[in-house]
């Protein structure tokens, strides 16, 4: 019989709604799965006026490039919304992402003031269509990571939104030579055509939890022509499907927890993406940091790409498999402690020259990811001492 690789998981809903965990019962094991992965199409890029800027910081220099060259990245831009006062109005920011400044006019309304033409991405996360601002408002602070002053505009206009492609209907998901158990099988038993809903997780040859995978509703079954006694499951997901690249890095992680360093650099760059949130659900909860002033060495063979870097650094103080962060942000929350390790402590990074080559070469659209330079002034603030060997 083929080892498992997914356990299908019962869900209450009335559980959950009562703040406990509503995934209770094992309801089967089941060898494999098809039609589980499913990548999302890319967030529609729009175009957007900044109006009555005096803009500030990295959108002040990146605003400067643009003039010389035409358009230059940014990265995320949040917008703050003010009230009359001059204060923050509530708790959330409007984020745009993937943000690139296009150029910029005197503003009709005030010549003192600029128009800034921005392409970007609106975040998943935002709690609206669009910011408003309230009445006498002196419009809008704008804001870069971590929250560093990038200036202020009066306004906001949305020009124009790029097309996007109808997404392609996802095939059925179907969970292969499943062994089922408990109330399903009751439920199968006695013919009920109400299977309930589940949570899919995947395993490891130890049967133990990988990665959550998707979650459903639970709408046929057959015989399966995989052994007697096993049945293949159709599943309706209410979640989102995991990526295409999570077929990668899940094999990689199949004999358990790797114990061999740098097997995510065989991933994809989309699976190196991946890899990180593989190693951040399996990381150890509970143990304590190890001690200020230790020597952590960065294998720095493999860093081509940002991504890269935040595997590294996670097997670097943590070990194969391991998380410390998957951007500064999330980094900046691993240096406050719990996570491992916290400063000061000294980071030995072998191989530097590859990440110095590679680390911030500026794409033509989009994202611009991190420079090498920015990454060892980011650690001298934290009191992390970066050796380069």
């Known amino acids: 019989m083929e080892l498992p690789r997914y356990v299908l998981l019962s869900y ?52 400067a490039r643009a003039r010389a060259e035409g358009s230059a990245p940014l990265g995320s831009l949040a917008l703050e919304t003010l009230d009359k006062k001059g204060e923050r109005v509530g708790v959330w920011l409007w984020h745009l992402e993937d943000v690139r400044v296009l150029g910029d006019r005197p503003c009709a309304r005030d010549l003192s003031l600029r128009d800034i033409t921005v392409e970007a991405s609106e975040s998943e996360d935002n ?30 206009a ?3 939104y790029e097309q996007r492609p109808d997404p392609m209907e996802q095939p059925p998901l179907r969970l292969l030579g499943c062994l089922p158990r408990g109330a399903l099988q009751r439920a199968l038993n006695a013919g009920e055509e109400d299977l309930g809903h589940a949570k899919v997780l995947r395993l490891d040859t130890h049967g133990r939890t990988v990665q959550s995978a998707v979650e459903g509703e639970l709408t046929a079954w057959i015989p399966s022509a995989r052994g007697r006694g096993l049945i293949d499951l159709t599943v309706e997901p209410w979640s989102e499907r995991p990526p295409t690249a999570a077929s990668e890095v899940w094999d990689l992680w199949w004999e358990g927890r790797p114990s061999e360093p740098n097997l995510w650099a065989r991933c ?9 949130s593989t190693a951040l659900e ?12 230790m020597t952590y060495h960065l294998d720095g063979r493999h860093i081509i ?6 595997c590294a650094l996670g097997e670097a103080v943590n070990g194969p498999g391991g998380y410390f962060g998957w951007g500064l942000d999330a980094l900046n929350d691993c240096l406050r402690g719990r996570w491992g390790a916290e400063p000061p402590f000294t980071l030995l990074w ?11 070469v500026t794409p033509h659209t989009g994202y611009r990811p991190l420079t090498f330079e920015e990454l060892l002034a980011f650690f001298a603030e934290k009191r992390v001492d970066v050796r380069l060997a």
């Open 350 to 360: 072998h191989d530097a020259d590859v990440a110095r080559a590679c680390l911030g």
């Open 268 to 276: 994809s760059p989309k699976g190196r993406d991946f890899w990180l």
């Open 282 to 293: 399996n990381r150890m909860h509970g143990e304590p940091d190890k001690p200020p002033g």
């Open 12 to 63: 209450d809903a009335e559980a959950e709604f009562s703040g406990e965990d509503g995934y209770e019962e094992t309801w089967a094991t089941c060898a494999d799965a098809e039609g589980l992965f499913g990548d999302p199409p890319p967030p529609a890029r729009g175009t957007y006026e900044l109006l009555g800027c005096v803009p500030e910081g990295e959108l002040s220099t990146a605003l």
């Open 158 to 160: 949305h020009v124009r």
């Open 305 to 310: 790409d940002e991504r890269g870097f935040f």
């Open 127 to 156: 709690g609206s269509d669009y910011p408003q601002c309230p009445p006498l408002s002196p419009g809008y602070r704008l804001l870069g990571a971590e929250e560093a002053p990038w200036g202020t505009c009066k306004d906001l």
